[in-house]
């Protein structure tokens, strides 16, 4: 349980959130796959091999030196991929696609925040696209994603200007807790993933959610609470008090490209079978 409303004489707070497998029950890039093959951002084998590259989210992650590569073969593979189609196809399917896999755990305490008076920050390696439309879906009132260079021409480069992964994601609320008025001491932090450990370290209460191996050794050491989130529900299905109206402090910090986003998954799940063969 939470502690109280915030006394509003001390500086403010905020929740930090990881996306995938911490708020939602799967990648929130790869569950767009089927919409982008139908939008022709993709082709049918990719889509197919989305469906192993879940399976392996699912059931690890990627370590730090598989991320970097990952980064490098999806801004390449994204290359010329209109920003704006990638944004329309997300936004006609996001409520069908995400909302019934949001965890019912993560809503609450996203609500018992918000009623306490705690700012809510996603804080997600995937992109804009995806991610900011998310954040509007819970009331986030703010998200941090990767960015990518956009072109005059509205497509992507193929550069990645930001990587919100790692040790840059707690930069990233280090530089929002100065902006913002945040003590850091007293906020609020959840990730699934031990490459989040930058992130849960840098606030005042890290809670590790449905954690990795090495996320949970590190929970245990550290005395860090483990929470297990598991049951996916429709927004509309729990109170009718969710409906939160998009918040206008909604901001993206950095995004990258959705679809790049799957195809990095897409390369990583192959490599990981190649490996096991």
Partial sequence: MLKGVENHSLPRTAAFFDL??????KSSTLTFSKSFYQGGLINRRAVLRTAYAQFVFLAGGA????????????????????VQQVREI?????????????????AS????????????????TSGAEVVEPIGELLGADRVVATRMVVGEDGCFTGEVEYYAYGPTKAEAIRELAESEGYDLSR???YSDSATDVPMLESVGRPHAVNPDRALRREALARGWPILDFHRPVRLKQRIPSFSVPPRPALVAVAAIGA???????????NRRRATVA
Avoid at 64 to 77: K, T
Avoid at 109 to 124: M, N, Y
Avoid at 259 to 269: E, I, M, P, R
């Fill in 20 to 25: 995938d497998k911490t708020v939602i029950a």
């Fill in 187 to 189: 906020c609020y932090a």
């Fill in 63 to 82: 370590d730090h030196d598989q991320m970097e590569r990952m980064r490098a073969y999806l801004s390449a593979l994204c290359r010329g991929w209109n």
């Fill in 259 to 269: 679809a790049a986003a799957t195809a990095g998954l897409v390369w990583y799940a």
């Fill in 90 to 106: 997300v936004a006609e399917t996001l409520h069908d696609l995400i909302d019934p896999i949001i965890y019912d755990e993560a």
């Fill in 109 to 124: 305490l996203i609500e018992e925040h918000h009623t306490a008076g705690r700012d809510v920050v996603i804080v997600s």
